[in-house]
């Protein structure tokens, strides 16, 4: 086991960490901006992992219907988990919200793609594909609900997963997948180099997103919020993700990849909607970068028992 946790922790923890250590670096001395990055990243990287990983994917159609029954089941668990916390704990609001963000959304896109890739490599990445586009639909839409209910319009909430374009990658994957067409191999082979520039690039901004957060203000009456939002999402996410996949009988490389999926760090985004809706975005952003650091000493252990 021992032999496990330090294999996969040089041969997959380490090449993740160096371009998150460059964007890290990069964050802190360069002030690297990473604005028009993340819309690299959200307009053009991830379109195009999509759409080629889907196109060449190879999935059934019981692991499309297993994995969004895995989605929707955690994720109203661990919803259950947090807002009983946040009562025993007696928060305000915001953190209530801010703590529900926490425990349910997780970097699945610019960190647990890469990391599927690298430790289980082409098949585990096919296997990840439907999980990731459901979990975009979710954060924009149920995520919208979780960081302020008062504000909540399902119009609007319809309308940001539309102006996403990695559903339209995703449905024109489909597309082309339903009536057997081709791509043609140039167009292909540019697809395909645009989509292996996605593990490094988002990693890099992942690294100088965690520098941001981290320089936020501590405000000690959060506390309490801190360290449940922490165990939530550390320890008792893959509880609850493996006796998910076990009640719903699911094994083999989904069994796997969806556990590690649904147990990675806080995802980025989520405080982007707690700074939208005030869902204490010192809280969230403190998380993000606390469980991503606990994630490279955690996730090993993780993988390594999956193997």
């Known amino acids: 086991m021992l032999q496990t946790v330090i294999s996969t922790l040089f041969q997959v923890i380490v090449p993740l960490s160096i371009p998150v250590i ?72 915001p953190e209530a919200a801010g703590l529900t963000l926490i425990s349910t959304f997780t970097n699945s896109v610019n960190y647990g793609l890469p990391l599927v890739l690298l430790a289980f490599g082409r098949a585990g990445l096919d296997t990840a594909s439907v999980y990731v586009i459901g979990q975009m639909i979710i954060v924009n839409t149920v995520g919208v609900y979780f960081a302020a209910r008062s504000e909540f319009s399902v119009k609007n909430a319809l309308r940001s997963v539309f102006k996403l374009p990695a559903i339209y990658a995703a449905l024109v994957a489909m597309l082309l997948r339903v009536f ?75 069994f796997t990849v969806l556990l590690i999926l649904a147990s990675m760090p806080v995802a980025v985004n989520a405080v982007v909607l707690a700074e939208r809706f005030n869902a204490s975005p010192k809280l969230v952003s403190k998380c993000i970068l606390w469980t991503t650091l606990a994630s490279f000493i955690i996730l090993p252990f993780l993988v390594a028992g999956t193997q």
């Not at 259950?80 to 946040?86: D, E, G, H, K, R």
């Not at 690294?207 to 165990?231: I, L, P, T, Y």
């Not at 609850?240 to 009988?249: R, S």
């Open 22 to 93: 460059a964007g890290a670096l990069l964050g802190y001395y360069r002030k690297l901006d990473t604005g028009p990055l993340s819309i690299l990243y959200l307009y053009f990287l991830t379109p195009a992992i999509i759409l080629e990983t889907l196109y060449t994917a190879r999935i059934s159609t019981e692991d499309v219907y297993a994995t969004i029954s895995f989605s929707l089941l955690n994720l109203a668990l661990l919803w259950a988990v947090a807002t009983v916390l946040a009562k025993l704990l007696k928060l305000r609001s």
């Open 180 to 254: 057997d067409l081709v791509i043609p191999e140039g167009i292909h082979t540019g697809i395909a180099m645009v989509a292996g520039a996605y593990p490094p690039v988002v990693l890099a901004i992942l690294g100088a997103q965690m520098v941001k957060v981290g320089q936020s203000e501590w405000n000690r009456g959060m506390q309490s919020a801190f360290w449940a939002g922490m165990s939530v999402r550390m320890l008792l996410s893959p509880i609850i993700a493996c006796l998910v996949l076990y009640v719903l009988q699911i094994d083999g490389t989904l």
